[in-house]
């Protein structure tokens, strides 16, 4: 067990409740800000949610809008927004919508503050000591799962097609404001799928070797939420139970501040399949599928947490855990193997290579190679 400095990724201000999306103003006022620049998606355009932020800058006459975000945040729209915030002569970022506007708004802070490419900034490159002052941001997510919102992470896939994390306390949102009401539009499939992400954060958090009992707690309590009182499968269901909205939202923001714990070797090969720009492969969706797989593989290394998380998920200490998410997946109607989302056994080679000099593998309760992650992907292409 490695024993680590003591942190939670958190942020200076969370909002959160039923419209709390009304904070806006008075929080970019708060922050002295005056040209706000949005990073969000065209889903989020079509969809009408943008109209909602509109309504809340109606003060602001000076804004832009970005709406080109990528299912995926790479390099290239990185640089593409940044050009944008310079033109528009902005002076701080809203990021509104999933993960990917969240990721993008971050890293277009960093862009437009640093010199030098992406991959300077990674962790692989211990990019976090170079890291320094970005413009003032507001997060404002728009589904309940990658917790972006108050984690000190952005996942960016670089020039070279690597998909690797860039990290530094400078990149927690100045604020969050979590307003379940923004995902009630949601579909049951990305709500189930954004639902695995926030899990997988929470029992990968509660898996990794490092020593923080707090990260844990707020693991463990996130994660009897989602699956020991059922709001996930709630939610599902049936979409406008605004209770059980917010019990997921509040799920993600926990599993993000959970992960200051360490991800593990779900992440790890999540993040080589969503390198591929032409899969276009849903980051919680991959989470949901490889989840099975890993547990058992790790669950040999740490059989002491399997007991934890069966009592915190609402089964038995004799349960096949594994076999509980295969049937969560199947119960939300999430795909059963990789193959049925597009990954073939001749990508596993590079797949593996990425996975095993992926961050995440660092906090994996077992250290693993390629080899290693060659065999999982195997068995998670038809499982």
Do not use: W
Request: aromatic fraction near 4%; proline fraction near 5%; include cysteine.
């Amino acid at each position: 067990m490695a024993i680590g400095t003591l942190s939670i990724a958190n942020n200076g201000n969370t909002i959160f409740g039923c419209g709390a999306l009304k904070q806006l103003g008075a929080q970019l006022d708060a922050l002295g800000v005056k040209r706000p620049f949005v990073v969000t998606d065209k889903g989020i355009v079509t969809a009408g949610l943008i109209d909602n932020l509109k309504e809340q800058l109606v003060k602001f006459t000076d804004y832009h809008v970005f709406e080109d975000t990528p299912a995926n945040p790479n390099e290239v729209s990185v640089n593409i927004a940044a050009a944008r915030y310079i033109e528009s002569a902005a002076d701080g970022i809203i990021g509104f919508g999933g993960g990917s506007s969240l990721d993008l708004a971050k890293a277009t802070g960093l862009r437009v503050t640093h010199d030098g490419p992406m991959q300077k900034f990674t962790t692989q490159e211990q990019g976090f000591k170079c890291i320094g002052d970005t413009p003032p941001m507001i997060a404002i997510p728009t589904t309940a799962g990658t917790g972006s919102e108050v984690a000190r992470a952005a996942v960016i896939i670089l020039a070279s097609s690597e998909k690797r994390i860039i990290a530094s306390p400078k990149l927690v949102p100045d604020v969050a404001i979590l307003d379940p009401e923004l995902t009630l539009g949601l579909s049951p499939l990305l709500t189930a799928a954004t639902g695995m992400d926030a899990i997988s954060h929470c029992i990968e958090a509660i898996l990794s070797p490092i020593i923080n009992p707090t990260a844990e707690a707020i693991g463990l309590c996130a994660l009897t939420a989602a699956l020991g009182d059922r709001a996930l499968l709630k939610v599902v269901d049936n979409g406008a139970d605004l209770n059980a909205r917010a019990t997921m939202m509040s799920v993600s923001t926990q599993g993000a501040m959970a992960f200051s714990k360490g991800l593990g070797a779900v992440h790890a090969m999540s993040h080589a399949c969503g390198k591929d720009e032409t899969l276009r492969l849903h980051h919680g969706t991959l989470n949901a599928v490889l989840l099975p797989i890993v547990l058992r593989l790790n669950f040999e290394s740490v059989p002491e947490k399997k007991g934890v998380i069966a009592s915190a998920i609402g089964v038995s200490e004799n349960t096949d855990i594994a076999n509980f998410f295969l049937n969560l997946n199947a119960d939300l109607k999430l795909p059963p193997n990789l193959a049925r989302m597009g990954i073939t056994n001749e990508m596993i080679p590079e797949l593996a290579a990425h996975a095993a000099i992926d961050f995440c593998n660092t906090t994996n309760p077992v250290r693993l190679n390629s080899a290693d992650y060659a065999d999982l992907f195997r068995q998670a292409l038809n499982i």
